[in-house]
């Protein structure tokens, strides 16, 4: 009987969908969350999320895919960024707070000029299990797939940078090329993840399964494994609970997300 109500829901094809959407979404997001929590740029994923709602109310307004609008968005969003605390070390944070109120006065403009799109657009703030389609999915996974080997590939001097830029700096690493490259694959990250988590909720997805694995992990292998481990358990009893409860799918997520960390706080602490 309970096997028979986990299979049902697999018989709606916008399910199915969903749950490859979400799958492919957790495992980029929570491999890259790790260096971004390493590297404390937490809040990147909160300004580029916020541009990447731009992103998408602008392509509802001049009538172009809003996916594209977001990734369009978030990468601009995440040069500019990086272009500020290069050139102005001291206004880092400053950068960031920046990028996020002009990437959401962007889009409240938007969307006060294009008041007709409100609805469809509340799919995009808070995830939409019926939004994605099969375009979504394969952006996703082409995307997914180019941001994971990026990551293989620069993971040595992710790695270096996370703890000391300066001495990444001193052996050879070429860290300008490579914080761009960095800032560059979590835009596309973001931007990956709208329509399954939502604008307002991405950053969550991002930073909690890397916060978790960071409390639970001995080694930085360890630490990408089992923050793909968590970002996947909390997209798929998220995707559930969402279906048979009529829960939005983003919010569920991230609560779930929410009580593991919570949980595995307590238990260390119980256990110290």
Do not use: C, W
């Not at 509802?60 to 040069?79: C, I, R």
């Not at 995707?239 to 609560?255: C, E, K, M, N, R």
């Amino acid at each position: 009987m309970k096997e028979g109500i986990v299979m049902e829901i697999f018989q709606y094809s916008f399910m199915v969908r969903a749950f490859a959407a979400g799958i492919a979404s957790a495992l980029v997001t929570s491999s890259i969350g790790v260096f971004v929590v390493l590297r404390r740029m937490s809040m990147v994923g909160d300004s580029l999320s916020h541009a990447s709602l731009a992103g998408v109310a602008a392509g509802m307004f001049f009538g172009f895919y809003p996916f594209y609008g977001a990734l369009a968005f978030s990468v601009l969003a995440a040069l500019l960024v990086e272009m500020v605390r290069v050139t102005f070390k001291r206004y880092a944070e400053v950068a960031l707070a920046v990028v996020m109120s002009a990437g959401m006065g962007v889009a409240v403009v938007m969307i006060s000029l294009g008041r007709s799109f409100n609805v469809d657009l509340f799919s995009y703030l808070f995830g939409s299990l019926m939004a994605i389609t099969e375009e979504d999915i394969k952006l996703m996974i082409i995307l997914g797939f180019f941001v994971m080997s990026a990551l293989y590939l620069l993971r040595r001097q992710l790695f270096s940078i996370a703890f000391d830029e300066e001495t990444a700096r001193l052996s050879g690493i070429p860290v300008n090329t490579v914080n761009v490259l960095f800032s560059i694959l979590t835009a596309l990250t973001v931007a990956i993840s709208v329509k399954i988590v939502g604008t307002l909720l991405v950053s969550a997805l991002i930073v909690i399964p890397a916060a978790v694995s960071l409390q639970l992990a001995r080694s930085f292998s360890s630490a990408i494994f089992i923050s793909n481990i968590v970002a996947a358990f909390s997209v798929i009893m998220g995707l559930y609970l969402s279906f048979y409860f009529d829960l939005a799918p983003g919010g569920t997520i991230v609560l779930i997300a929410s009580a593991v960390l919570f949980v595995v706080l307590i238990g260390k602490r119980r256990a110290v």
